[in-house]
């Protein structure tokens, strides 16, 4: 893939991505960090560690990217999602179509109020964690780190996983990270 068509790419080598998200550290250890990130992601899928290679994304990808991803992700699966997670869905997805400080909040709030069980409930985290205060009054300030996004989207995804049939979730997870790899040349 070449560096010109990557226009999204914010980092040039899959260690940067480590290095920006603390939590990431210890997972990765021992890996090619070395690598531009596309190629890890893809090395990581050859290698069968598909599950790394979705985490590592939520990452990658910029925290609106991250929540797209997640919200067209949740819309693949074979799943009739009920009232309450339609309204969860719904609440991310209109963020990251049309992205609004009204928008976030009322995703954050969504997810916040739903006790954050299920994964279109860890979709509208992902946009309440995309910026701005994240205390529940204006008196009080408090930003979420720059990683808590993609931390939502790989719980999203990890819960996504449950609902897949065990002999399909590896195929389930390459597309994903297919899905994630195209937003970095949209």
């Not at 040039?12 to 210890?26: E, G």
């Not at 960090?33 to 596309?38: E, K, S, T």
């Not at 949740?74 to 990251?96: F, G, I, K, M, Y």
């Not at 997810?111 to 008196?139: C, I, L």
Request: with cysteine.
């Amino acid at each position: 893939m070449s560096q010109s068509k990557i226009s999204k790419l914010r980092f040039s080598t899959a260690r940067q991505v480590i290095d920006a998200v603390p939590p990431l550290k210890t997972e990765f250890e021992g890996e090619a960090l070395d690598l531009d990130p596309v190629a890890f992601v893809q090395s990581l899928v050859q290698g069968g560690k598909t599950v790394k290679a979705l985490n590592f994304c939520s990452q990658l990808l910029s925290r609106h990217d991250a929540t797209s991803w997640a919200c067209w992700a949740l819309r693949s699966l074979p799943v009739t999602w009920d009232a309450a997670d339609q309204t969860l869905l719904n609440a991310a997805e209109s963020w990251a179509v049309a992205p609004s400080e009204k928008g976030r909040l009322a995703a954050f709030k969504a997810a916040r109020a739903s006790s954050f069980r299920t994964a279109p409930a860890w979709a509208a985290a992902a946009a309440g964690f995309a910026g701005g205060n994240m205390a529940e009054t204006e008196d009080r300030k408090v930003q979420a780190p720059p990683y808590l996004t993609g931390q939502a989207v790989k719980t999203c995804f990890d819960l996504m996983g449950l609902l897949v049939a065990p002999e399909k979730r590896a195929m389930f997870q390459i597309y994903a990270v297919a899905g994630a790899l195209n937003l970095l040349e949209a």
